[in-house]
């Protein structure tokens, strides 16, 4: 590849707190994703990949070390530079959903295209695309508590995809999932990958791990090892 | 983006509606408070302008008072006289009496007052003939049974739709024919209603009612390219004159400016107003201090929401602007509600004391405009603090 690496990380640390109580979470991170991958991060409790998401997902930027994202040193930029990166580029999928509640399906799915200024006519098209993505038409005038947690998962998934994003986050996204659910969830962002999306997933279950084409295993605050392409498809129920 | 906030705010008031009507309550009350007061104020003041036109713009009003001896001296014709030819810058003096009677026509009585004045009184006191005519100088002189109707005598006695003019009634035991009808001339000093009297001939109630010579008082009507207190000292240095009071001696009578009383009543209505406005602005800061907190708490609960909207890309000013719109559309609902109220409020109670509804659309627009303030005033800070949250650990957040 020619071009520069979609995401490129060099010597990130990330210390919390100052003084005796520092707690270094991070402590020299290097990683390269390129375009179109499915990486899964895994690491016990406490091993740094979490924060390492936090800063790959620009809600947070390192201590020390460069961050390159499409180019561009986020760790240079403010907080609104690092929101309209995140508005722009990135979507979101949590463990716990996070839908607003009371609010229907297809209204929390506009709701980013709401703060790029689309119209409602545009957001509503936009919407139920990504709704149909994600098999939800049906349910787009439900509000998340008619919902199952596996629904609102891929309500959230189309909400992540509405705006058309060059990588998508999710962090444990079948945390809160029976083992059925999940199993969708994964196909679905299987799918979304072969389409083109690069997805980055945090996750402890080897089982979900196994869908993606890289995993990158976290101890310590460090990259323990990279398992790429056929090492990391061992084990694939499929 | 703004419009859908708003629409947004409105749906997260209707989700709290009572928490919300509960919050705003403060500045509903004063809002309502602020409008009630500054409506009836204009309504009173409205009345006291038409009553002091009543009295006629640039006029002094004399009339004897009690002594410390504790007699009274009246005035009469000869004072009037006396005034209109010796003072410079006097257009008119005219000398006015009344009386308490019955009028009765066809079988209907009335109880009201007669009062005695000649054309330059009615000139004075700006009273219009609606109908007919005012006296003829023959009429005057002669002291003629001739009368001028109240709006109010003719309502309750003579039939409706009928001329009264050229009818025989009787006031007391004396005929009189009716030769005209007065204008409409609203509420008097003291209380009494202008429009229940009716008007003769100053020499006719003096004879037939009173049975002397006396005034009740006098008005004089200055030309106003004078100034008033030249001529007011003048009245005074003459009238002490003809009435032999020596140097020391208190004024036996007393000389009301009617521009003066005009200023005053406006200065009263002025410092009522200020204080109700004072009153007022303490409920609305208490209102504003409410909205404040409900604000408040309203960042905390929905900490996780804001964390989702910053994930998405949200700019911390678009955050603001959210809390923002929705703290000034929560005040400026309350604006109008308390403007309704007001509205309501001042409509009914301007019927209950009689005097005239105002709306004045300033004082409406001016307090809506103020509540709305108070939504960016009180609403800055907690939507502020909802802006810096910092999105990991909102997103966290229980």
Same mark, same amino acid.
Request: some cysteine.
């Given at each position: 590849?020619?071009?520069?690496? %979609? ?27 390129? &375009? ?16 390492? *998401? ?15 994202? &499409? ?96 990588? =998508? ?18 196909? =679905? ?18 089982? *979900? ?12 605050? =460090? ?16 | ?67 410390? &001896? ?21 257009? %008119? ?6 009386? &308490? ?20 009184? #009615? ?111 003048? %009245? ?17 009578? !007393? ?6 009383? !005009? ?29 404040? !907190? ?15 909207? #910053? ?62 303030? *108070? ?19 909102? =997103?966290?957040?229980?």
């Amino acid at each position: 590849m020619t071009e520069a690496p %979609l995401i490129q990380l060099e010597g990130i640390t990330k210390t919390f707190g100052s003084g005796a109580a520092a707690f270094q979470a991070l402590k020299g991170v290097d990683m390269t994703i390129e &375009r179109g991958e499915f990486v899964a991060v895994m690491g016990p409790s406490g091993s740094g990949k979490s924060t390492t *998401m936090n800063i790959l997902g620009c809600l947070d930027v390192p201590t020390g070390g460069v961050f390159r994202f &499409r180019g561009v040193e986020v760790q240079k930029l403010d907080r609104d530079q690092r929101s309209l990166l995140r508005r722009r580029y990135l979507g979101f999928v949590f463990q716990g959903f996070n839908l607003l509640a009371r609010t229907t399906a297809l209204e929390n799915v506009e709701l980013p295209l709401l703060y790029r200024g689309e119209s409602k006519s545009k957001r509503r098209e936009a919407a139920m695309h990504a709704l149909d993505q994600v098999g939800l038409v049906p349910w787009a005038d439900h509000t998340p508590a008619e919902l199952s947690g596996g629904q609102q998962q891929r309500v959230a998934i189309a909400r992540a995809l509405v705006t058309q994003p060059d990588v =998508l986050l999710a962090d444990e996204p079948t945390g809160n999932l029976d083992s059925e659910r999940s199993v969708e969830i994964m196909e =679905l962002l299987r799918r979304l990958n072969a389409e083109g999306i690069t997805i980055l997933m945090v996750t402890h279950e080897e089982d *979900m791990a196994a869908y993606a084409k890289t995993i990158v295993r976290f101890r310590d605050g =460090l990259v323990e090892r990279i398992d790429r392409g056929a090492k990391a498809a061992e084990g694939h129920p499929a | 983006m703004l419009g859908t906030t708003i629409l947004l705010s409105l749906r997260e008031i209707r989700r709290h509606i009572l928490r919300s009507i509960l919050t705003t309550l403060g500045i509903i009350i004063g809002v309502a408070a602020v409008v009630t007061m500054v409506t009836l104020g204009n309504g009173v003041t409205a009345s006291v302008q038409e009553e002091i036109s009543s009295l006629g713009a640039s006029n002094f009003i004399i009339f004897p008072v009690r002594t410390t &001896r504790g007699t009274i001296r009246p005035f009469d014709d000869a004072d009037v006289r006396a005034v209109s030819q010796q003072i410079a810058g006097v257009q %008119l003096a005219a000398g006015s009496v009344s009386a &308490r009677t019955t009028a009765f026509y066809n079988g209907q009585d009335w109880d009201t007052s007669v009062e005695g004045g000649t054309n330059d009184l #009615l000139e004075a006191q700006s009273i219009k003939i609606e109908e007919g005519r005012a006296f003829t100088a023959d009429e005057v002189e002669a002291g003629k049974n001739v009368c001028l109707l109240g709006l109010k005598v003719r309502e309750a006695i003579f039939p409706v739709g009928s001329s009264p003019l050229g009818a025989q009634m009787r006031l007391g035991d004396v005929s009189c024919e009716v030769i005209g009808v007065m204008e409409e001339r609203g509420q008097g000093g003291g209380g009494s209603d202008d429009d229940d009297a009716v008007f003769m001939p100053l020499k006719t109630v003096q004879r037939r009612f009173r049975g002397n010579e006396n005034l009740d008082y006098f008005v004089v009507k200055y030309d106003a390219a004078y100034s008033a207190s030249v001529i007011q000292d003048s %009245l005074v240095a003459l009238l002490r004159e003809r009435r032999l009071l020596q140097g020391e001696e208190p004024n036996d009578f !007393n000389v009301i400016d009617t521009a003066q009383v !005009n200023q005053a009543l406006g200065a009263a209505t002025g410092a009522l107003t200020a204080m109700v406005a004072v009153i007022a602005s303490i409920s609305l800061l208490v209102g504003g201090i409410g909205i404040m !907190n409900i604000m408040l708490v309203s960042v905390t609960e929905r900490t996780r929401e804001i964390g989702i909207r #910053l994930a998405i890309g949200a700019l911390a000013r678009e955050v603001r602007l959210q809390f923002l719109t929705e703290a000034v559309v929560l005040c400026a609902l309350g604006g109008l509600v308390g403007i309704a109220l007001g509205f309501v409020a001042s409509f009914g109670l301007a019927a209950a004391i009689d005097v005239p509804f105002v709306f004045d659309p300033v004082i409406n627009l001016v307090s809506f405009l103020f509540a709305a303030g *108070m939504g960016i005033v009180f609403g800055y800070y907690p939507a502020s603090r909802a802006s810096k949250l910092d999105p990991i650990d909102a =997103l966290r957040h229980e």
